[in-house]
Every structure is written in C-alpha cells, then in structure tokens.
C-alpha cells in the first residue's frame, strides 16, 4: 500500500500518561497452602512502554516520529522508563519528572500465557499548574512542525481540563488533527478534538446507555457525534472489529483481522497510533482504519504488550489481499 511509504515522513504528537509495563513470566504447578491462591514459579521478567510510551513505541516500529510528552517520578522506575523508550528509539527528551511522584508502573504476573494477577503503582493526582504551563510552552514550540497529534488519557492526573482545551486550540490555530484516546464518563472535556476513539463498553459509558438495550453500538457512534462536535468517533469493539462514524456518512464496520485472540492489552494504544500515522502520511479515515484495524489483529495475537513494524504490517495486508 502506497501510503505505507509516506510513514517515515510523518511525525506525530504524543501527550499522556507514561506507564511502566513490567511482566512477571512464570508456571503454576500447585495451590499454597496458606490461601486458595496460585503458586507461580517465576522464570523470567521483562518490561515495555505502557500507556502514552506504548503509542510512541508503535508510532516508531511504523517508521514515524513521535514527539512524546508527559511526567513521571523522579525514581528508578523513571530510569527503566527511559531505558525503554531509547530501546525502541523513542527520545525521552519531552518527559518531566516530577519529584514526590511516584511513576506509574502496572506488574502482571503470567503463567502457562494467562494473567495470574496484576499490582499497580501509580499517582492520579492533578497536574501541578507549572508543569502544566511548562509542558504547554514545549507543545507551543513543536506543534507547527507535526502532522498530528494523540491525546491518549489513562486518567493518571496529566491530562487536565485546562490542558486539553489549551492543547486543542493551539492544534485548532495551526490546522492539525487530534485523536483521543478517551478515558472516564465525562466526554466534554475532550470536544475541540477531531477524532475519539473509545472501546464499545467505554462508548455505552459515556452515553449513559444500559447494556442491554439494542443498537448500542450505532447508537452511541451517532450520538458522540452530535454531542461532542467531533469529525469522527472510532468505537472498537475486539473480536467483532471497529466501527467508524463520520459526520453525514453511513457507518463503516470493518471485521476483526485478528486470527486468534491471546492477549488485548494495548491493542487500543497500537489502533491509535497507527491510525494517527496513517493520517499524519495524508490518508482517509477509512484507509487509516483499515491499517489500523489490520496492526490491532497482529498485536492481540501476542501476550503481553506490544508494539508492530512497518514490515509486519506490509506481510498483513499482503496477505489479506491473497486469493483463498
């Protein structure tokens, strides 16, 4: 696909917040004897970008550049942060560190390739306002050179109300497109932006629909769309694919491209950056959902979080177009 060459051209915008994904690799053969719980025979660790890092690290295995901005703590696990944002040739250069903060750091335990159990380490209070205004003034000198931007909210306390508007008028004042990655009930907080992209339990959330109702999914696409005066709203669903709104156009649901389904961490982060590149590169929404559709079937085959290469998606597509 021609626009796959125009990846290395694009460079994209990331704000949000930065997580430390540590992998606890083991075996249960038996039940302690002290609780009804797994015992897990760890025989290996590993670490990855989580969160907004995880959006940078795909936006780079695409050949792209990310400009990532965010906090953490002033900590070791800052250091192992760095150390893998470097590893994949993500720069660390827009990240502050924030003393008295703890860096936010999710530990799953996996045994026999299922999760065991998870402990979080994190923060979730406000943005102190001079960071705010710092990370802001940063924006202010890099925003006219990117070709688009993701705001990609974890609710870890770095995405303020008045970050998000001042960031959305400043991409507004120079023509550059915002996707979110949406996070919480209040949607609002987020219009100025150009693209949302909640899961479907999110999406049903956020409108404040009941579960079983019928149509949840269309109805909810339309009424983001009319509530939050976005261009689109790009609802995923897991196996049963993603669907894309836009203003005045029929729904386009696009099917799940993944062959089996082992592990959906970070597949939201992976849908975004790639639709973020692809529309940085000069595609269509519908083009950029197709490519984003098909990376998000190639990382929820693998346990853990992951990012893609450009070259593993080029053998999908490729792939998908073959004759059966």
Known sequence: MQILDGFSKARILVVGDIMLDRYWWGSVTRISPEAPVPVVRLKDTSLAAGGAANVAVNIAGLGA?????????NDDDAVLVRRVLADAGVSSDY?????GRSTTVKTRVIAHSQQVARVDQETETALPPEFE???LDRISEEISEIDAIIVSDYAKGLLTDNLLSELFAKAAAVGKPVLVDPKGK????YRG???ITPN?????????????EDDLVERAGMKLIS???VQAVLITQGEQGMTL??????????FAAAREVYDVTGAGDTVIATLATAIGAGADLETGTRLANTAAGLVVEQVGTSSIGLSELRRAIVSSRRPE
Request: hydrophobic share 45%.
């Open 95 to 99: 990240l502050f560190p924030i003393a």
């Open 200 to 212: 479907r339990l999110e999406a049903i959330v956020a409108c404040n629909f009941d579960e079983n």
């Open 227 to 229: 509530d939050m005066g």
């Open 133 to 135: 205004s710092r990370i």
């Open 193 to 195: 932006a150009t693209i």
């Open 186 to 189: 209040n949607y609002f907080k």
């Open 245 to 254: 709104f836009q203003r005045e156009r029929p729904p386009v649901n696009f």
């Open 65 to 73: 550049e990310p400009v990532l901005f965010g906090v953490f703590g």
